[in-house]
């Protein structure tokens, strides 16, 4: 017998039923007679026009009301066709509790921020703008400094640290950590030997079953990061804020960004910690290779290389890169292994001379930079576990602008103030279990 055919409404369904032999199908059995109802139902929901119709008024009645209630949309980000409007688009590196964060939806871009806080702007809407921003400033009180800047929005601060995030030396390698307040504390492992504990006082024992256990605790310190004062200074003709600002937005989101990443790179690469960050080349923990029995001054050769791989921690051995001055390429390009009275080169392109130098030594990348230290020099070649370097960031940077400093020449002084700080996150070299040579994620080839 056929299966029946599911009626699609109620004439139907009474046909069906009032013929003999359709009934006996329906009712052949439980399983038949239910499958029946069931997909009978299923239709009548699918296809019933007055409960589509209800849906479709209840659905356009509750978004009408969304739309008419503001407090619903707060926090939504929305497609906004307004070619005036501020993007809504956020960087990579924005963070959304930062103080500037609060001045987004009012400055989309440098050009309206400028508008506003440029000193020689005097209309009424410049200054209910820094009204605006003074007061979110204020709100944070002393986690933002009150020197007579202008909070930077957080849309804009993170374009800022858009290329050091990315194309710095150490910023883009390092561990970056957010702070809040003036001074940040941060856990440090106390690890000075692995000859009978590791990770800073944890041991191990075998123990007979029902053995005593032995107790072991782990000495953790703390590093403090405390926001150091990096300021950005530049002279800029009155015209471009009168007249030219786009010029000017495209200068403070390439030059600026560049010149940011400049100044930071080389406090962490080498900077004293007196009022600036520790730079690496200066870690306590650094170790530093001697130079080789009669090796000429401004020389760099291949055990100079082996010996700096071989105290790199081996856990960091994945992670480490080569940071070198560029006048080490002679060096490196021309370096030979000595074997007897003969010997080999190391280091030699493809292509006779015309291809690109390798960029990896030991398997590990290399970064050439002006920003270390001459060729001959210790720290003119290092090898760095970057994942070592603490970078505390605080959140929140501030521009301010003065016609009066320069107005003799017609010009505006500007200055864009971050606070940054830089530490090794290790404060001594590690004692390996076996042997005396001590190993550190900070190497460098001491001066020759």
């Known amino acids: 017998m056929a299966t029946p055919t599911i009626p699609r409404d109620a004439d139907e369904l009474a046909e069906a039923l009032g013929d003999t032999a359709t009934l006996k199908a329906i009712a052949k059995d439980k399983d038949t007679l239910e499958s029946f109802i069931l997909d009978f139902a299923k239709g009548q929901q699918k296809h019933n026009p007055d409960i589509e119709a209800q849906i479709r008024d209840e659905t356009q009645r509750q978004f009408a009301d969304i739309l008419r209630d503001d407090k619903l949309l707060n926090g939504i980000n929305r497609l906004n066709l307004d070619p005036t409007a501020p993007a809504v688009a956020r960087p990579k590196y924005y963070n959304g509790r930062a103080p500037g964060a609060g001045l987004d939806k009012q400055f989309g871009n440098w050009a309206d921020y400028l508008k506003a806080t440029w000193a020689g702007a005097n209309t009424q809407e410049a200054w209910a703008a820094r009204s605006e921003i003074q007061k979110i400033q204020n709100a944070f009180g002393s986690t933002v400094p009150s020197d007579g800047g202008f909070l930077i929005p957080e849309y804009l601060r993170s374009e800022l640290l858009r290329v050091p995030n990315e194309e710095g030396v150490v910023r883009s390698r ?208 290092n090898f760095v576990d970057f994942g070592y370097y603490l970078i505390g960031d605080r959140q929140a940077m501030q521009m301010s602008t003065s016609t009066e400093f320069k107005f003799g020449n017609d010009k505006t002084a500007m200055r864009v103030i971050e606070r940054v700080d830089g530490t090794p996150w290790i404060k001594s070299a590690i004692t390996p279990r076996k042997g005396s040579n001590t190993l550190s994620p900070f190497v460098k080839v001491a001066t020759r």
Request: net charge negative; with cysteine.
């Open 174 to 381: 390092a561990r970056v950590v957010p702070m809040e307040s003036l001074m940040v504390p941060y856990p440090m492992i106390d690890n000075t030997s692995n000859a009978s504990s590791v990770y800073g006082g944890i041991t191990g024992y075998w123990t007979e079953e029902g053995g005593t256990l032995t107790d072991s605790s782990p000495t953790f310190g703390r590093i403090e990061l405390i926001a150091k004062k990096l300021t950005l200074y530049s002279e800029i003709p009155n015209e471009l804020f009168q007249d030219s600002l786009i010029s000017l937005e495209q200068f403070m989101s390439e030059s600026y960004p560049e010149a940011l990443m400049w100044f930071e790179d080389c406090a962490f690469t080498d900077g004293n910690g007196v009022g600036q960050p520790l730079g690496y080349i200066n870690a306590p923990a650094a170790v530093s290779v001697a130079k080789e029995s009669g090796q000429s001054a401004g020389t760099l050769l291949w055990e100079n290389i082996i010996k700096c791989y071989s105290r790199m921690l081996p856990a960091s051995l994945g992670r480490a890169v080569w940071v070198a001055h560029n006048d080490t390429l002679p060096e490196l390009l021309t370096m030979a292994l000595s074997v007897g009275t003969g010997g080999s080169a190391v280091w030699v392109g493809d292509g006779g001379g015309q291809d690109a130098p390798p960029v990896r030594i030991l398997g590990r990348p290399v970064v050439f930079t002006e920003k270390v230290s001459s060729v001959g020099t210790a720290g003119d070649i």
